[in-house]
């Protein structure tokens, strides 16, 4: 999948949850990436930050860290 389909999903994802307060919005997201989104979409978001990550809205992008981080 490509790198702007994958920042597009991920910054829905983003979205759904951007009524939370910020802390809970991040780990909301990254929840979501971790449980619903296949091991091979995680891994090309994950190893294309450049690409990815330019076009992801800050708190995903700090969602999309903090699954990098573990």
Sequence with gaps: ??????AYMANQIGRFFAHQPREQ?????ADHLRKFWDPR????????????????????????????AG
């Design 25 to 29: 919005a991040v780990e909301s997201t």
């Design 41 to 68: 979409m995680r891994a090309a978001i994950l190893s294309q930050p450049a690409a990815a990550g330019d076009m992801l809205d800050p708190m995903v992008r700090e969602a999309v860290e903090r699954l990098r």
């Design 1 to 6: 999948m490509s790198p702007d389909k994958l």
